[in-house]
């Protein structure tokens, strides 16, 4: 089977960098995504990482070690809009898995 | 990427009726999912609809229940049948598509299902 764990929820202020844990375990393991979804929106794509080590975009960044089978996601330079549920996924070769979702709370 | 269109984006439904969703995306996709999401939940994948051949639904999820029709490369349907309090989600179709050697999920904005 293949498991996610992330956690539930994360408070940071506004400007202030956070970052999201994720831990999995599958088999078939091509990648991890992340994902961002709004109150009443559809998921949207943020990152990927195939490879070990880090990926930026802007103030997101996100990390994998596939030894570890670990990853994260760092948001900088925190903004209101921010505010939002996060999921990481597991990437196989036939589909895309997704994490309970964490939270993110931004405080001004 | 590509543009999903889907609906109903909302509707309220009677226990015992079926209902419908559809999913037209503007460019032609091999691989197309649907997923389930229950308030402030995960998102859970419901199958996997390949043009041309039978769905491949998850554990827990059968075709009698969640019938997908998938006729060409644009679109694809999802019922929902004989629906009960418990089948109360959001439905979302996305599609699969490789970009800048990623492969990136795009989600249609889901149909709200409240069942009574």
């Known amino acids: 089977g293949q498991s996610l764990e992330q956690p539930s929820e994360v408070t940071a202020v506004e400007g202030a960098i956070v970052q999201i844990n994720c831990t999995y375990q599958?088999?078939?393991?091509?990648?991890l995504s992340w994902y961002q979804q709004h109150d009443g929106g559809a998921p949207t794509f943020l990152s990927y990482n195939a490879l070990d080590g880090l990926e930026e975009t802007g103030r997101f960044s996100s990390f994998l070690s596939r030894s570890d089978s670990y990853g994260y996601l760092l948001l900088q330079e925190l903004q209101m809009k921010d505010s939002a549920s996060y999921f990481c996924?597991?990437?196989?070769?036939?589909?895309?898995?997704f994490g309970k979702g964490t939270r993110l709370h931004i405080l001004p | 990427s590509a543009v999903i269109s889907q609906k109903p984006s909302r509707d309220i439904c009677q226990r015992g009726t079926s209902l419908t969703i559809q999913c037209q995306v503007d460019s032609q996709v091999t691989m197309m999912f649907w997923y389930r999401q229950q308030p402030g939940q995960s998102l859970t994948l419901i199958a996997t609809a390949n043009q041309g051949s039978e769905a491949t639904y998850e554990s827990g999820f059968v075709i009698d229940k969640f019938p997908i029709s998938r006729p060409n490369l644009t679109f694809s349907t999802l019922t929902v049948s004989n629906m009960s309090p418990e089948d109360s989600s959001i439905y979302l179709c996305s599609v699969r598509q490789a970009l800048s050697g990623a492969n990136v999920l795009t989600f249609g904005a889901g149909s709200r299902l409240t069942v009574l």
């Open positions: 599958t088999s078939g393991f091509y990648g």
């Open positions: 996924a597991v990437n196989r070769d036939d589909k895309i898995i």
